[in-house]
């Protein structure tokens, strides 16, 4: 994996960090009126609950890469306010790939490249895509995994955490929504210019 940049590491701990504040805060674990298994206020506590945040913050982030925003992605791009091309028609599978979304990632990916380039400064609007999304995921597992786990929980925190879930993943839509509109123009100008 080689040396993680800060962002990374923020990119994988959010998340993470994120359902475990949802497992500490609106779950009552086993034996916590006596202080739990768990301390968490020791060095080693909090040693082990950073390890546990990056690595289950790095699945959350990978599983949403992976699945969820590639659907999302696709779904978003059934608009056609929202393609580089909008008089082109968008194939609707949204389990594969279209030539509109592998057009559009490879002219993004070249103009990233160049410094001067708009599309350039736009990785991190994107970057912010992410992290609300993974945030409403880690609601969620936070959620799954207290469930499973047959935790009781405290009713107005419960209830707190899935207002915030929604509110997350409506933002992150509106968000990307935005992000693609602006990354369409962007793409749409910067290919107009380069042809003659």
């Not at 047959?150 to 009713?155: A, D, E, K, L, P």
Request: proline residues 3%; contains cysteine.
């Amino acid at each position: 994996m080689g040396n993680l940049t800060f962002q990374q590491i923020f990119r994988y701990a959010l998340p993470g960090g994120i359902t475990l504040l949802i497992l500490l805060g609106v779950y009552d674990a086993p034996g916590s009126e006596s202080g739990g298994h768990f301390d968490v206020s020791s060095i080693g506590g909090a040693a082990v609950l950073s390890g546990v945040a990056l690595v289950v913050g790095g699945l959350i982030y990978t599983l949403h890469r992976a699945t969820a925003y590639p659907l999302i992605y696709r779904v978003l791009l059934l608009a056609g306010t929202l393609r580089i091309d909008p008089k082109k028609s968008r194939a609707w599978n949204i389990l594969w790939p279209s030539d509109e979304e592998l057009d559009r990632d490879i002219l993004r990916w070249c103009k990233r490249a160049k410094k001067d380039s708009s599309a350039s400064g736009l990785s991190e609007w994107a970057t912010q895509i992410h992290y609300i999304y993974c945030s409403g995921w880690a609601i969620l597992v936070g959620h799954l995994i207290g469930s499973l786990l047959g935790w009781t929980t405290r009713s107005s925190l419960y209830r707190f955490s899935f207002w915030l879930l929604l509110a997350f993943l409506v933002a992150g839509l509106y968000h990307h929504a935005r992000y693609l509109y602006f990354d369409s123009k962007v793409l749409r100008d910067a290919d107009s210019v380069e042809t003659p």
